[in-house]
């Protein structure tokens, strides 16, 4: 039984390994080439795995362009606990969005410049896969902040998420167009919280 635990867990590292060598692959094509040379053969190629390994990991393109979500680093669960007043509602969104531009930071200018095409699937929230995205986790935050009586919004919370994703890709590619140059989390904070001030 220990053998087949530690077997199962030495496969299961190895699927995780393959999983990041493909991540790793398509992020260097990105930076490198640009959306147009990201083929699901080039991929595969620049990871040295088969086609089959790649769609034993991710059903599309698209759907390995939305793993790098999962993999920007987690937030302090207490900052998104229940708020006791608006004013903490607001400072814990724009914390979840300080924490993407510090990834954004890491992935660097190249790999967000190509990421943020309107080719990229995995940026449609009508198409996206089910993942750990950040308006995903501040739109169950409204919602169960709402829900406790802490804030009222005067539009439905859908409405609410799109504006604050729009805002977020705004911010994102105006520091792409500067080429790293803008103040990212300047800009990004500032214009969170006079949406959201003018919000609740």
């Not at 620049?46 to 362009?65: I, P, W």
């Not at 900052?79 to 531009?101: C, S």
């Not at 590619?173 to 969170?192: K, T, Y």
Request: proline share 4%.
């Amino acid at each position: 039984m220990e053998t087949t635990t530690q077997e199962l867990s030495r496969q299961q590292q190895k699927s995780r390994e393959t999983k990041a060598r493909i991540f790793q692959a398509a992020k260097t094509i990105l930076q490198e080439q640009g959306y147009e040379a990201l083929s699901i053969k080039n991929i595969c190629d620049a990871a040295g795995v088969s086609n089959g390994s790649f769609y034993h990991h991710f059903k599309t393109k698209d759907d390995l362009l939305s793993y790098y979500i999962e993999e920007q680093p987690s937030m302090d669960p207490g900052y998104l606990d229940l708020p006791a007043t608006p004013d903490e509602a607001k400072d814990a969104i724009v914390r979840v969005y300080l924490n993407y531009v510090h990834y954004c930071r890491e992935l660097g200018v190249a790999f967000m410049a190509n990421y943020y095409t309107p080719k990229n699937q995995s940026l449609n929230p009508l198409t996206r896969t089910e993942r750990s995205y950040p308006i995903v986790t501040v739109h169950d935050y409204l919602q169960k902040a709402m829900e406790a009586g802490v804030i009222t919004l005067p539009l439905p919370l859908e409405e609410v998420t799109s504006d604050i994703r729009i805002i977020v890709i705004g911010n994102v590619f105006d520091w792409c167009l500067q080429n790293g140059h803008s103040d990212f989390e300047g800009n990004m904070e500032r214009s969170l919280r006079v949406y959201l001030d003018g919000l609740f």
